[in-house]
């Protein structure tokens, strides 16, 4: 029941008072189960005159209503029901604007990780997909489901290029079609309805996007395409994370500058604690689909030929900020640091990092591997988990928006403002939503569980490929093996190397000095031992790899 929220329109005070409605067209169709919440305070008694312009307001609105094809209940008359609740289910008409989350393009995966030996499972908000090459290389994506017995596709299997279920062999070519049933009696048909739901798919720029509408065809112009990324001499390094917390939590994360100095204080040379100040941020463009601007230090803004930071945010959950830099030689070099979130379930998501610039490097980056990169992101996020899981857990717990939770600062939180705000307009369009007036909780509400901190998370992360306490190879969310390594190549490739060599150097020493041990000569005795040292020190840093890539960074007073 969807509910809009009157005022006089002689007046800019808006009336405690609502009338209901059936629905508000046709997006709605599918969530009338669902409510919006909007907390309204009257803050005075309003004067009986307007009593009049009230029933006035009424006509136009019936006219208003007709218009945006809502259906207005017993006719013509309209009356205000007056409550006296502090706790209104309202939506303000003027703030809704037309949206359906499935006529959006979502960022999938880096398309250089795909597996090219095994089926993919991931998740669309609560939609499973399975995500595969076949055996000519293209990319092909379907609904997770077997159409016999409803197994995941994803735990099965790639044979001869065709997509098989691991439960009873049944196997589909890359049109979805069913080719083969094992069980099937000899001369009998495959049945027609043995096809796959498929969904439509386009590698751009290096990432997979999917279209999630079977309803709507998909709108290509709707992918966004990063200027700065197609420039010449643009470098970049990408990431993928899984994280436990909603995607809302984390956009709201992302684009908060304010919180870098403190929570990522000297993670690496652009933070630290001292830096801590007032921001200033100039909203310039404010759309259905987003909204864009300027922000900086304030101290910086008098700065001569000071170009600020450029932020977007564009819908369904895409973010970046640009900056340009005059070097002292005058030439223009472009930054850009590219979000890409996707809900991946209620209190879960997946985030695509991508950090690139124009700048030549200086030789003392390039002698960094992109795996340092990706495990100081890693670092990042896991300084971040225990605030923002709880943060997740306290908005569905408190069930209010966010304005009637958060202290926002001008100085500091202008971002995350508008992000809520646009989300009071295209919510009604979502699954679940929390925007800063109106909320919609999710029908069936998951169970989220608290990142660990403290003794058990250094326990579990010591133990990373085992996912935690008496476990073995149980996926751990809150792990950085399972958040980030099983989803690189890179980095899953970097540690079977270290491994690898951990083991050659064990071996090694092991010969080394049982050597050193049957040989008498004492020149020999000291350049064998000397070996084992050196082998030693290599096992030690194959080792020092490894933890780095697979162990969660734990805040030195958490620790115990």
Known sequence: MAVLQLRPFF?????????????????????????????????QSHPSYQHEKIKRSGQKLNAVAREVGVELPDGGDQSVSFGASNQEE????????????????????LSKNVPDDAPLGLTVYDKQVVLYRNGTGELRCYEDRCPHRLAKLSEGQLFDGRLECLYHGWQFDGNG??????????????????????????????????????????????????ENFDRPGFRDISSIHELPYDHSILLENLMDPAHVPIS????????????ATSLFFEVTERTDRGFAGWWGKEKDRSTPNYIPNFL?????????????????????????????????????????????????????????????????????????????????????KEKVPTKELYINLRSSDTWVAEYRKWMDKVGHGMPYYFGHSTISLPEYPAVIEHAPAGLVANLSASQPAKGGIGTMHAPNPANRYFRHVIHCKECMNTIKAFRTWKNIFSIAALISTAFAILISGRQWKAVLLFSTSLC?????????????????????????
């Open 264 to 275: 990522h204080d000297r993670t690496d040379f652009t933070a630290k604690r001292e830096d």
């Open 177 to 226: 079609k069913c080719v083969k049933i094992p069980q099937l009696s000899s001369g009998a048909k495959i049945p027609q309805s043995a096809c796959l739901k498929s969904y439509e798919i386009k590698d751009s720029q290096g990432v997979v996007w999917i279209w999630m509408s079977h309803n709507t065809p998909p709108n290509f112009q709707k992918i966004p395409w990063f």
């Open 11 to 43: 007046s800019d005070t808006p009336l405690p008072k609502i009338t209901t409605f059936s629905h508000l067209g046709p997006v709605h169709n599918r969530l009338t189960k669902r409510k919006a919440i909007l907390f309204a305070h009257p803050s």
């Open 90 to 109: 309202v939506i303000e008409q003027r703030d809704v604007v037309s949206y359906d989350w499935t006529e959006e393009w979502y960022p999938l995966y």
């Open 536 to 560: 030693l020190v290599g096992i030690h840093l194959c080792s020092t790899g490894i933890t780095m890539n697979t162990t969660n960074f734990i805040r030195t007073h958490r620790r115990f």
């Open 312 to 396: 977007r945010f564009e819908a369904p959950c895409v973010l970046q900020n640009n900056r340009e830099i005059i070097d002292k030689n005058g030439e223009k070099h472009y930054f850009s640091g590219l979000f890409l979130c996707r809900p991946s379930g209620q209190g879960k998501s997946m985030l695509i990092v991508r950090f690139g610039n124009t700048r030549k490097p200086s030789m003392l980056l390039r002698l960094f591997p992109r795996w340092y990169f990706h495990q100081n992101a890693c670092k990042v996020f896991e300084q971040d988990m225990g605030f923002l899981s709880s943060q997740n857990e306290i908005l569905m």
